[in-house]
């Protein structure tokens, strides 16, 4: 991934799910290296479940976390990173 989608895919993070801005510049490192994570765990809205999967360009919370917010929030932001990817 690129440095400014990496950049892109966490303005989404931090505009629809609430993830810590502290944490971009972790996020860009690690996505933007040789061997990016697989599923960043970011939190926000989404509760401690909360994650970004690189490989699918989609987020995700625990299914015991779900609700009708969060189902929302999930299909919404996916959408918006489905554009990015």
């Known amino acids: ?3 400014e989608k ?3 895919v966490y303005d989404i993070l ?3 799910c609430g993830a810590p801005e502290p944490d971009r510049e972790s ?7 040789d061997s990016p994570a697989r599923e960043w765990r970011f939190q926000g809205t989404l509760g401690f479940g909360g994650k970004f999967w690189g490989d699918t360009f989609n987020v ?3 299914p015991e976390d779900q609700t009708v917010m969060r189902e929302a929030v999930v299909r919404a ?3 918006k990173l ?3 990817a």
């Open 1 to 3: 991934m690129t440095i």
């Open 60 to 62: 995700s919370c625990y």
């Open 6 to 8: 990496a950049n892109q």
């Open 14 to 16: 931090v505009t629809s």
């Open 82 to 84: 489905a554009a990015v």
């Open 77 to 79: 932001t996916n959408k």
């Open 27 to 33: 996020f860009v490192f690690d996505q933007t290296g």
